[in-house]
């Protein structure tokens, strides 16, 4: 495997191994070893990927199958002004706690600030929105930044489901990769001493998120004049949580349009005393 290859074929491997399951390629020139490393991905079965064109629709798609999923869903594009075309995903992710990896390639180090075509800053162009990012750099032709590389897609996913002590969100990986772009042998594996660890565990263990956390089993103290609005949370789990919690206080519950959970539940359920329920 050429260095771009391997990183590349590193990178989604980890990915997969973490719990990646659905891809969002936008395809470009810079980002031609992860297109082909996802491509094999899927023609093992390894995960599930998507093609979009054009970088807004594969931002908000792979946006989508993160909020349904509650799953990492990650989304790959070129260099240059590609990577701002996902601005807006991220920001909605961002607002919206919706786990979202963005994979953006990149020239190498010695070709930022020179002038060469389609090259831009690509490290922070996202500011505060995300939740965790990282400037890999392209490798030199050997594979000892492996574990560098393994850790930094660990820790991203963690960041992006939110196991790292904050809100699930975006994050952004930044990755540079340096010609050739295209596999020395196609269909090439990887080498077995790199195949991570036993059993198809990632390279990092993710912490338990906050979101499965024991929740407090302490009945709330009654309050008058208390209504439960339902928003669209970002995980269902949330939504069951809170609407016992009101039916606990005996609080009234309704359901914003958007709100994720069981509305038929909200209609179904007989209320508590003094409490009334609507959808």
């Known amino acids: 495997m050429n260095p771009a290859e391997l990183l590349a074929s590193v990178v989604v491997d980890e990915m997969i191994r973490c719990g990646v399951r659905h891809v969002v390629l936008s395809p470009g020139s810079r980002s031609a070893p992860l297109a082909y490393a996802v491509e094999q991905a899927e023609r093992q079965g390894r995960l599930q990927l998507h093609v979009r064109v054009d970088e807004r629709s594969a931002g908000f798609l792979a946006l989508g199958l993160a909020k349904v999923t509650r799953v990492p869903a990650a989304v790959i594009m070129t260099s240059g ?3 701002a075309n996902l601005h807006p ?5 961002d607002h919206a706690g919706v786990p979202l990896i963005v994979l953006s390639a990149d020239r190498p180090a010695q070709l930022r600030g020179t002038g060469a075509n389609q090259t831009t800053t690509q490290p922070g162009m996202f500011g505060g929105c995300v939740r965790y990012e990282f400037d890999l750099p392209a490798p030199v032709g050997e594979a000892s930044e492996m574990p560098l590389w393994r850790s930094t897609i660990c820790r991203g996913y963690a960041a992006a489901t939110g196991s790292v002590g904050t809100m699930a ?9 340096a010609d050739p772009l295209s596999p020395s042998q196609p269909g090439s594996e990887l080498p077995s001493d790199f195949a991570g660890r036993p059993e198809s565990k990632p390279w990092v263990a993710v912490a338990q998120s906050a979101a499965s956390a024991p929740e407090r089993t302490k009945r709330p103290e ?3 004049k208390t209504l439960l609005v339902v928003g669209d949370l970002p995980d269902s789990a949330d939504v069951a949580r809170v609407v016992r919690h009101a039916a606990r206080a005996g609080w009234p519950i309704i359901a914003e349009p958007f709100g994720a959970g069981p509305r038929r539940s909200f209609a179904a359920r007989q209320p508590v005393a003094g409490q009334r329920v609507a959808a």
Not at 89 to 93: F, P, Q, S, T, Y
Not at 169 to 177: E, M, R, S
């Open 81 to 83: 002004t590609a990577v």
């Open 169 to 177: 969100g975006p994050v952004h990986l930044n990755i540079g990769f």
């Open 89 to 93: 995903a991220v920001l909605e992710a």
């Open 222 to 224: 009654r309050e008058s």
